[in-house]
């Protein structure tokens, strides 16, 4: 037998030891993703990750094994998700919709509309509001749950990008950091405690003393401002006018975006979501 097929059998039964190890983090995994996303694509795309792993292992490095392959899985499993529209074609299309009429009544009654005033509008039952929410929310914040290993700028991106692709990337995470700590008290707190500690939305509500249903319009309020706060610093094209853009709201918008870019500006620094996502790592 040859060193080179040796080597290779090692290799694989190193793999086969740890097939449980796939099975946990896509179980991890589609825990935090909608539902229609495919289990066995992930598990695919762990697989082969834990094979190329086990071929690319070497013991005197000394990282254990479980470790090294474990980050190797994961990063395999972002990148199969990066290429998945984690919304289903009715929720985008649904999500559309509810934007659309909460931008009408912001408008007619000068402050942001509730859930209820949106279900009503539309004829459909608040209940129907708040799982499209619930499904854009958990959509629209993958990355995010899901880089909370390694620490949020230190996530591991695909081995297969450039130089420009890997700085992009952690430019936009440093971005997320800064943008999600400079969010009003509230705002951040749903984000942080939703998303991050994954507590149930029942524990929030009671800690700031609100309904469910608030907390799920803050959480979605909050998701919009992140969005648009990276694509003000990123790609303004993509961010859309206020619908009163003389507005007290308008006026609070733009100074949330102003006060994310001048954080981003003098660099990174210690604390807060940062310091609390390294700890986990």
């Given at each position: ?8 059998e ?55 094994f ?149 907390v ?31 507005g ?22 210690r604390?807060?979501?940062k ?7």
């Amino acid at each position: 037998m040859s060193q080179t097929t040796a080597s290779y059998e090692a290799a694989d039964a190193l793999a086969v030891e740890n097939i449980a190890l796939v099975g946990h983090i896509v179980r991890e995994t589609m825990s935090r993703v909608p539902s229609h996303v495919n289990r066995e694509d992930l598990s695919s795309a762990g697989m082969m990750a834990l094979v190329k792993a086990s071929r690319a292992f070497e013991a005197d490095r000394g990282v254990p094994f479980v470790r090294y392959a474990a980050t190797r899985i994961r990063g395999a499993i972002l990148d199969e998700l990066r290429g998945i529209d984690w919304a289903s074609r009715a929720v985008r299309r649904r999500s559309r919709d509810l934007d659309s009429t909460r931008a009408q009544l912001a408008v007619a009654l000068g402050r942001s509309a509730s859930n209820a005033e949106v279900a009503s509008a539309l004829g459909i039952p608040i209940a129907e509001v708040e799982g499209n929410d619930e499904d854009i929310a958990r959509a629209n914040v993958l990355s995010l749950q899901g880089t909370t290993e390694a620490g949020l700028v230190d996530t591991l991106v695909s081995p297969t990008a450039g130089p420009e692709d890997m700085l992009e990337h952690r430019e936009r995470l440093q971005y997320l950091v800064e943008a999600i700590d400079e969010l009003p008290d509230r705002l951040r707190v749903v984000v942080t405690e939703y998303f991050l500690a994954e507590r149930p939305m029942a524990e929030i509500a009671a800690e700031l003393d609100v309904s469910e249903s608030r907390v799920s319009q803050i959480r979605a309020e909050a998701l919009v401002l992140l969005r648009d706060a990276l694509n003000t610093a990123l790609d303004p094209a993509l961010v859309a006018p206020h619908p009163r853009p003389e507005g007290c709201a308008a006026r609070r918008r733009d100074g949330y975006f102003a006060a994310v870019v001048e954080r981003h500006a003098a660099g990174p620094q210690r604390g807060g979501l940062k310091q609390r996502l390294d700890a986990t790592g």
